[in-house]
T-cell receptor, first 114, second 112 residues
Framework: GAGVSQTPSNKVTEKGKYVELRCDPI?????LYWYRQSLGQGPEFLIY????????DSGLPNDRFFAVRPEGSVSTLKIQRTERGDSAVYLC????????????FGPGTRLTVT | ELKVEQNPLFLSMQEGKNYTIYCNYSTTSDRLYWYRQDPGKSLESLFVLLSNGAVKQEGRLMASLDTKARLSTLHITAAVHDLSATYFCAVGYGGSQGNLIFGKGTKLSVKP
């Protein structure tokens, strides 16, 4: 079946602008996660949704970052007043709400802030 | 705060050789994952290890977990070029059990 999809695949924006990144999880997966990965590093956790609610948003770096999942499926990560330090690959993953919590990752959105 | 350390961070191997990648973590967890990432690609799940003593094998890769030592290993047997990639271990953390903490990754290069 279809995997996790993310759009856009690449986004270039100017410092100070607002961006939205979208994630479509695997059908039937109730859990959804956002991570960001800087060059040469492992993914860094941002936020985790179980259904429509954010179960853990402890990884969001500051209040410029916000994520929603209004219907329990598609999620949007929103970044306000972007800074050059926000440049990274933003990865979305989804999983069943089961014992293994195996997370399946999407291809990512490469965000570049100029 | 949970920390996950992998070593080595870079590994250059010859085809046909064996080697082990180590993943240490600092606090108790009962879930450990191994992922593979090819350049410019996303992460591919390799193994899920859920209990002390768990061992899983797929092809030339074998992963094990020792929760008492807070150590997982990824053993490569008779490496081939196609195994060249970056390998990450990730540890489940947090009351929600949803949060994964990743190591920095081990970049493996297998040369003929």
């Amino acid at each position: 079946g279809a995997g996790v999809s993310q759009t856009p695949s690449n986004k270039v924006t100017e410092k100070g602008k607002y961006v939205e990144l979208r994630c479509d999880p695997i059908s039937g997966h109730t859990a959804l996660y956002w991570y960001r990965q800087s060059l040469g590093q492992g993914p860094e956790f941002l936020i985790y949704f179980q259904g429509t609610g954010a179960a853990d948003d402890s990884g969001l770096p500051n209040d410029r970052f916000f994520a929603v999942r209004p219907e329990g499926s598609v999620s949007t990560l929103k970044i306000q007043r972007t800074e050059r330090g926000d440049s990274a690959v933003y990865l979305c993953a989804s999983s069943l709400a089961g014992a293994t919590y195996e997370q399946y990752f999407g291809p990512g959105t490469r965000l570049t802030v100029t | 705060e949970l920390k996950v350390e992998q070593n080595p961070l870079f590994l250059s191997m010859q085809e046909g050789k064996n080697y082990t990648i180590y993943c240490n973590y600092s606090t108790t967890s009962d879930r450990l994952y191994w992922y593979r990432q090819d350049p410019g690609k996303s992460l591919e799940s390799l193994f899920v290890l859920l209990s002390n003593g768990a061992v899983k094998q797929e092809g030339r890769l074998m992963a094990s977990l020792d929760t008492k030592a807070r150590l997982s290993t990824l053993h490569i047997t008779a490496a081939v070029h196609d195994l060249s990639a970056t390998y990450f271990c990730a540890v489940g953390y947090g009351g929600s059990q949803g949060n994964l903490i990743f190591g920095k990754g081990t970049k493996l290069s297998v040369k003929p």
